[in-house]
């Protein structure tokens, strides 16, 4: 029997130790970087930042620990698909969010009055 069929019909890619602990001494770095520029007052900027480090260490999570830059063309449209998804739902409140102060704000009877009062006239 051939090596493919007896471990179950799946290859593994075997990544170097070198490999896992660049990326998590990366992943370290990021934390302590993240750390760090929070006790800087960059403004309305520190979010940005944070932001922009979390997404660059989930990243190298996704990427090397959950094998996905070896992985086939299928997980990649399954990854893609969830970040299409997340992309809808951060929309969606984005607009929530903006739009929260655009309230309707009632004339009451008055205002109703004067538009009816020159029609009634008419008829």
């Not at 739009?99 to 006239?121: D, K």
């Amino acid at each position: 029997m051939s090596d493919h069929a007896s471990s179950g019909g799946h290859s593994e890619h075997v990544v170097p130790i070198s490999t896992y602990l660049g990326v998590f001494f990366a992943l370290m770095i990021g934390t302590a970087l993240t750390t760090w520029i929070a006790y800087i007052d960059l403004g309305p900027f520190n979010t940005v930042v944070a932001l922009v480090i979390a997404f660059i260490k989930m990243t190298l999570v996704v990427l090397f620990f959950m094998h996905v830059k070896y992985a086939t063309g299928l997980t990649r449209v399954v990854i893609l698909g969830g970040f299409f998804w997340l992309a809808i739902m951060i929309t969606l409140t984005g607009a929530d969010e903006f739009t929260r102060h655009w309230e309707i704000v009632s004339q009451g009877w008055a205002s109703a009055q004067s538009i009816l009062l020159p029609v009634s006239r008419l008829l």
